[in-house]
Structure formats: structure tokens, C-alpha cells
């Protein structure tokens, strides 16, 4: 290879992590503005803050929504999976998309359900059931993933030394759910965290709703920093605890032998009740949702439809800022996924890290950042698109960078470099080795972002431009009037939207097979 191509291959990747790192510092900047305006404050006015009665009930409320939430999703999704994967219920590739299906209905969507079916529903209780139905696929897919290729090995032999069934699915099984399951539970629980919609709806305030309140109502935003930094706090607990649970044992077998699949144990009398048990959770996770929205579509219909062009207008805006979003956060995760598969090393997984905590901020940390940064050093951009874009890249793009790297596995090194080898430079090595390779994990990767960009709320309500209504905001709207038939088209076109990623889900776990 000549010194010119030395010196450009050098260059290339000086480049590649410029970009990279100017990705991390742009995902970073939410959590280092939101900690210095909550501690720009004298140090006795933030303990006192802090000290509030208030404080302590929006934090107890919190708390309590994660623990009973997180446990009942991981027991029941543990449960639904072993059922559907381990057992002789009837139709089971059925069950696993029905008990997918939750995935394609927002969570608030199926609040809005809950409280128009139910009147009065409200509290700790309406919340923990609404978010436990909503959330639970994020337990059941991965934990259902590993019970279908579970090695049945560990298990006979476990059997062979004098353990009962259960004993050994205990000592053998479980702990090779673990790793799924607690992965499962932070989902779950950073998910709560930054829930806003259901709760506003259920009438039970959290730190979240706090921060939304009171940057509605002209408070300080300085106080809303301040929240803002509790569920920083949170969010890092959490992800600490899911390492403390999740554990360093080894849970992979590896050695000689032919991977056997674990059988369906009988149920005998067991069966019919435990498929009533999965009929009655997909009833209550989409049937009421699904139900309910159809009713208040077809009054909506019957009424002349009233409000169409609004509708159009909001979803219009939503397709062209989700569309938006996704090639931004494609193009924003592609130095750092190429840096982390070509160059692997402490500083590109710090990179990664960054992008990954940032994600893990709720929407409204992230807003709120947002509107800090515009208001003080880029006021042209204040209640932009460009900003909404840009925040929603931030809280997205390690679902781009994971689906990235995916791809850059199928594209190795020694291709590019025959490629260089015969003659191609940089840029023609790329366009014609690497993208068509990366292209169809980019398009899955930029699916993901277009859906939770379509339905995000909490940032487009802080964000939004003037003027501009997506579907979320639109059906937040109709749904604080309580006008329950204006909300029904925005809930269903975003159920329409939201579908895909159920497929995409569905295929990424295996279930589809």
C-alpha cells in the first residue's frame, strides 16, 4: 500500500472518530446540563428541595409503581413463556404473537383504554396493571428466546443424580433464565421511570409527571433540574442493581455433545386452565385496549369524522420527524458502531456506554436538557424541529448502534481490505462492500427508531414547535378534554404505526420460527 493511501487510510479513521466522539459528547450533554442547573442553586436551597415532604412522596410513588410492577412482569412473563415454550398448551406460535401484541399498543394508548372501560380506575393499582400488561413482552420475548434453545442436557443429568423434575428445573433451568430476565426487569422498570402518559391519566403523580407538571404550569425550571436529577440518580441505581442480579456465573454450556432441545411436558388436567390463564392476559393486555379504541373509532366515524384535516396534519408532521429522527440516528450511531467492531478498545466502549446512559434518561430529562441548551446558547433553535430531531437521536440511537453492529459483523475486515487491495479507495470500498451488507440491519435499525420516535411523548410535549401536533401530543390532547371519541384516530393510526415493531421484535427474538 503506497504513503498516499497510508496517509488517507489514516485520515479515514481520524475521522470516523471525531464523528464518533462528537456522538458521545452530544448524548452526554443532556446529563451535564440537567446536573449543573439543578446544582447551580446554593447548597442549603438544594437539601432543602430535596428535604420536601413532596419530594419524598413523588419518589415513594415512583418506587412503589417499580416495586410492583418489575416483579409481576417477571413472574408473569416467566410463567407465559414456560406455558407457550416448555408446555403442551394448544397453538403455541399463536400465543407467542398474541402475547407479543402488547408491543404494538403505547402504553398510554392502552391507559386511555383502561379508563374509558372503567370508569373511576385511577391509583397505584389502575397504573401497576395497565404498565405490567403493557410491559410484559419485554420480559416473555427474551426469556421465551432462551427456553427454546435451552441445552436439556444439564437437566437429565440432574435427574440422573436423584433430583425430582422440579428440583432440577430449579437448580438447571432457572439460573439460565436469569441473565434474560433481570435484563428484561431494567427494561421494564427504566420504561416506568420515564412513563408519563398512563400515570397522568391514573392520576398518580411520580417524578416524571412532577417535571411535566411543573414545567407546564412556568415554575422553575431550575427546580425541574432538580427532579430531573432524581431520576438520573434512579436510573443509575438501577442499572447497577441489574448487575449485581444478573451476576458473573457462567450460564453457557460449552463442550462435546449434540444440543438437544428440551421437550413439552404434559399438563393433564393443567392444560385447559393454563390456557385460559394466556387467554385472559391477551384479553386484558389488547383485546380491552383494541376493543375499546374500536368502539370510540366507530363514533368518531359516525359522527362525520370530525377534526380529519387535523388528523392528516398530525400525522403527516409524525411520519416526517420519525423519518427525520431515524436517519439521524443511523447516520449519528455509524462512526461509533464502525469504531466498536474495527477498533474495539477501552475508549470505544466508553463511547458506547455514553450513548447507552443517555438513552436510559427519561424523555423529559432529555427535554428539559433541550430546552436549557436552546434557551441559553442557541435560541434560533428554541421549539424547533431540528432540536426535537436531535433529542429523540439522543434517546434512540443505541437501538440504531446495536442493529449496526449486527450488520458490521457480517461485513469483516478482510473484505474491505481485498477491496483496498485490488485498487478501491475509502469511500467506493464502503459503497461497494461494507453498505450492502450493513444495509438491511440499517433499515431494521432505522425501523426501530421511526416507531418509538412516532409514539414518544414526554420530550415532543416539552419540544415541539408551535403550531406542530404529531399523533401522540394530538391524542394527549383530546385525552386531558376527555374527549375520549377526538382521541380514538390518533390512538388507532398509532397502533398502525407501532406494528411493525412487533414483526421486528418477533423475528430479532426467533419467536417467528
Same mark, same amino acid.
Not at 441445552?151 to 440432574?158: G, I, R, S, T
Not at 440516528?329 to 446512559?357: F, K
Not at 430531531?389 to 442493529?403: G, K, W
Given at each position: 500500500?503506497?504513503?498516499?493511501?497510508?496517509?488517507?487510510?489514516?485520515?479515514?479513521?481520524?475521522?470516523?472518530?471525531?464523528?464518533?466522539?462528537?456522538?458521545?459528547?452530544?448524548?452526554?450533554?443532556?446529563?451535564?446540563?440537567?446536573?449543573?442547573?439543578?446544582?447551580?442553586?446554593?447548597?442549603?436551597?438544594?437539601?432543602?428541595?430535596?428535604?420536601?415532604?413532596?419530594?419524598?412522596?413523588?419518589?415513594?410513588?415512583?418506587?412503589?409503581?417499580?416495586?410492583?410492577?418489575?416483579?409481576?412482569?417477571?413472574?408473569?412473563?416467566?410463567?407465559?413463556?414456560?406455558?407457550?415454550?416448555?408446555?403442551?398448551?394448544?397453538?403455541?406460535?399463536?400465543?407467542?404473537?398474541?402475547?407479543?401484541?402488547?408491543?404494538?399498543?403505547?402504553?398510554?394508548?392502552?391507559?386511555?383504554?383502561?379508563?374509558?372501560?372503567?370508569?373511576?380506575?385511577?391509583?397505584?393499582?389502575?397504573?401497576?396493571?395497565?404498565?405490567?400488561?403493557?410491559?410484559?413482552?419485554?420480559?416473555?420475548?427474551?426469556?421465551?428466546?432462551?427456553?427454546?434453545?435451552?441445552?436439556?442436557?444439564?437437566?437429565?443429568?440432574?435427574?440422573?443424580?436423584?433430583?425430582?423434575?422440579?428440583?432440577?428445573?430449579?437448580?438447571?433451568?432457572?439460573?439460565?433464565?436469569?441473565?434474560?430476565?433481570?435484563?428484561?426487569?431494567?427494561?421494564?422498570?427504566?420504561?416506568?421511570?420515564?412513563?408519563?402518559?398512563?400515570?397522568?391519566?391514573?392520576?398518580?403523580?411520580?417524578?416524571?409527571?412532577?417535571?411535566?407538571?411543573?414545567?407546564?404550569?412556568?415554575?422553575?425550571?431550575?427546580?425541574?433540574?432538580?427532579?430531573?436529577?432524581?431520576?438520573?440518580?434512579?436510573?443509575?441505581?438501577?442499572?447497577?442493581?441489574?448487575?449485581?442480579?444478573?451476576?458473573?456465573?457462567?450460564?453457557?454450556?460449552?463442550?462435546?455433545?449434540?444440543?438437544?432441545?428440551? *421437550?413439552?411436558? #404434559?399438563?393433564?388436567?393443567?392444560?385447559?386452565? /393454563?390456557? @385460559? +390463564?394466556?387467554? $385472559? =392476559? %391477551?384479553? !386484558? &393486555?389488547?383485546?380491552?385496549?383494541?376493543?375499546?379504541?374500536?368502539?370510540?373509532?366507530?363514533?368518531?366515524?359516525?359522527?362525520?369524522?370530525?377534526?380529519?384535516?387535523?388528523?392528516?396534519?398530525?400525522?403527516?408532521?409524525?411520519?416526517?420527524?420519525?423519518?427525520?429522527?431515524?436517519?439521524?440516528?443511523?447516520?449519528?450511531?455509524?462512526?461509533?458502531?464502525?469504531?466498536?467492531?474495527?477498533?474495539?478498545?477501552? *475508549?470505544?466502549? #466508553?463511547?458506547?456506554?455514553?450513548?447507552?446512559? /443517555?438513552? @436510559? +434518561?427519561?424523555? $423529559? =430529562? %432529555?427535554? !428539559? &436538557?433541550?430546552?436549557?441548551?436552546?434557551?441559553?446558547?442557541?435560541?434560533?433553535?428554541?421549539?424547533?424541529?431540528?432540536?426535537?430531531?436531535?433529542?429523540?437521536?439522543?434517546?434512540?440511537?443505541?437501538?440504531?448502534?446495536?442493529?449496526?453492529?449486527?450488520?458490521?459483523?457480517?461485513?469483516?475486515?478482510?473484505?474491505?481490505?481485498?477491496?483496498?487491495?485490488?485498487?478501491?479507495?475509502?469511500?467506493?470500498?464502503?459503497?461497494?462492500?461494507?453498505?450492502?451488507?450493513?444495509?438491511?440491519? /440499517?433499515?431494521?435499525?432505522?425501523?426501530? =427508531?421511526?416507531?418509538? &420516535?412516532?409514539?414518544?411523548?414526554?420530550?415532543?410535549?416539552?419540544?415541539?414547535?408551535?403550531?406542530?401536533?404529531?399523533?401522540?401530543?394530538?391524542?394527549?390532547?383530546?385525552?386531558?378534554?376527555?374527549?375520549?371519541?377526538?382521541?380514538?384516530?390518533?390512538?388507532?393510526?398509532?397502533?398502525?404505526?407501532?406494528?411493525?415493531?412487533?414483526?421486528?421484535?418477533?423475528?430479532?427474538?426467533?419467536?417467528?420460527?
Amino acid at each position: 500500500m503506497s504513503a498516499s493511501s497510508d496517509l488517507r487510510a489514516t485520515a479515514g479513521r481520524a475521522t470516523v472518530s471525531t464523528a464518533a466522539l462528537a456522538v458521545a459528547a452530544i448524548s452526554l450533554a443532556p446529563l451535564l446540563v440537567v446536573a449543573s442547573r439543578a446544582f447551580g442553586a446554593p447548597w442549603h436551597e438544594v437539601t432543602a428541595y430535596f428535604l420536601r415532604p413532596r419530594m419524598g412522596e413523588l419518589v415513594g410513588h415512583t418506587l412503589a409503581l417499580v416495586g410492583v410492577t418489575v416483579p409481576a412482569t417477571v413472574v408473569l412473563g416467566i410463567g407465559c413463556a414456560w406455558l407457550v415454550e416448555r408446555t403442551d398448551v394448544p397453538a403455541p406460535s399463536l400465543w407467542r404473537i398474541l402475547l407479543t401484541a402488547p408491543l404494538a399498543v403505547p402504553a398510554f394508548v392502552s391507559s386511555y383504554a383502561w379508563t374509558s372501560a372503567v370508569p373511576g380506575m385511577e391509583g397505584l393499582g389502575g397504573a401497576a396493571l395497565v404498565t405490567t400488561l403493557a410491559y410484559l413482552p419485554f420480559v416473555l420475548l427474551p426469556v421465551a428466546a432462551v427456553l427454546r434453545d435451552l441445552d436439556l442436557a444439564d437437566e437429565e443429568v440432574a435427574r440422573s443424580l436423584g433430583l425430582g423434575p422440579r428440583a432440577a428445573v430449579l437448580r438447571t433451568v432457572l439460573p439460565r433464565l436469569r441473565p434474560a430476565a433481570s435484563g428484561g426487569a431494567l427494561l421494564v422498570a427504566l420504561h416506568l421511570l420515564a412513563e408519563f402518559g398512563v400515570l397522568e391519566m391514573m392520576r398518580y403523580p411520580t417524578v416524571t409527571t412532577a417535571i411535566l407538571t411543573q414545567y407546564s404550569m412556568g415554575f422553575s425550571n431550575d427546580e425541574g433540574a432538580m427532579l430531573a436529577m432524581v431520576l438520573v440518580v434512579m436510573c443509575l441505581a438501577l442499572l447497577g442493581l441489574e448487575m449485581l442480579l444478573r451476576g458473573r456465573a457462567r450460564t453457557a454450556r460449552l463442550g462435546r455433545g449434540v444440543h438437544q432441545r428440551a *421437550g413439552r411436558s #404434559a399438563l393433564g388436567p393443567w392444560r385447559w386452565p /393454563a390456557t @385460559a +390463564l394466556l387467554a $385472559v =392476559v %391477551v384479553l !386484558l &393486555a389488547v383485546a380491552v385496549p383494541l376493543g375499546q379504541v374500536g368502539r370510540w373509532l366507530v363514533r368518531w366515524v359516525d359522527r362525520g369524522a370530525p377534526g380529519a384535516a387535523e388528523l392528516l396534519a398530525a400525522a403527516g408532521s409524525t411520519l416526517l420527524l420519525a423519518a427525520a429522527a431515524a436517519v439521524v440516528a443511523i447516520l449519528a450511531a455509524l462512526p461509533g458502531a464502525w469504531r466498536l467492531d474495527r477498533h474495539r478498545n477501552v *475508549g470505544t466502549i #466508553a463511547m458506547e456506554r455514553v450513548t447507552y446512559l /443517555a438513552s @436510559a +434518561l427519561p424523555g $423529559v =430529562v %432529555v427535554g !428539559l &436538557a433541550m430546552v436549557t441548551i436552546a434557551v441559553r446558547w442557541l435560541p434560533a433553535l428554541y421549539q424547533s424541529a431540528g432540536m426535537l430531531v436531535v433529542a429523540y437521536s439522543v434517546l434512540f440511537v443505541p437501538r440504531a448502534m446495536v442493529t449496526l453492529r449486527s450488520g458490521l459483523a457480517a461485513a469483516p475486515p478482510e473484505l474491505s481490505e481485498a477491496a483496498r487491495a485490488l485498487g478501491s479507495d475509502g469511500f467506493d470500498t464502503f459503497r461497494r462492500v461494507v453498505a450492502p451488507l450493513v444495509l438491511p440491519s /440499517a433499515l431494521t435499525g432505522a425501523a426501530l =427508531v421511526f416507531i418509538a &420516535a412516532s409514539t414518544e411523548l414526554t420530550a415532543t410535549l416539552l419540544l415541539a414547535p408551535t403550531g406542530t401536533e404529531t399523533l401522540a401530543t394530538g391524542f394527549w390532547e383530546a385525552t386531558s378534554e376527555i374527549d375520549y371519541v377526538a382521541a380514538a384516530p390518533y390512538a388507532a393510526l398509532m397502533i398502525v404505526l407501532s406494528a411493525p415493531v412487533t414483526l421486528l421484535m418477533l423475528r430479532q427474538s426467533g419467536a417467528s420460527r
